[in-house]
């Protein structure tokens, strides 16, 4: 049996290694009209939906039928949609006209990022036999 610690340590990692880099370049984002808040936020949220995400499939590949799986998947690829939708749009309500594009990017190229980690973690566990 796979411990739950060592398929999440790339995930967590990654939420790691976005966190310093927002820190580190704190002072380059603001001198360039980027919101570190949208950024951390946006770090947040990846972290927490993948990571449910994460635990459903993972769940889902102990199972006998491969339906299983699929819906799994599609379910957390709904979940993940879903959510990334309601936090752009609380975010465009929130702040008016005053939206930071270039924070939203960010925030997408850090959504990519998430996502091939995720890719990455569940075919290392798709390959074994007791995933």
Partial sequence: MVSFAKP?????????????????????????????????????????????AFFMQKK????????????????????KMFICIIAVMGYVLASGKSVNKISVFIAMFFYLIYLAVEVMILLKLNKQKNA
């Fill in 60 to 79: 889902a590949l102990k199972n006998a039928n491969p339906n299983v799986f699929i819906r799994s998947v599609m379910g957390g690829v709904m979940l």
């Fill in 8 to 52: 999440l340590a790339p995930l967590l990692i990654v939420f790691l290694i976005i966190s310093i880099v927002i820190g580190i370049g704190w002072d380059y984002f603001y001198a360039h009209h980027i919101d570190n808040y949208v950024l951390i936020g946006a770090n947040i949220i990846f972290f927490l939906v993948f990571l449910l």
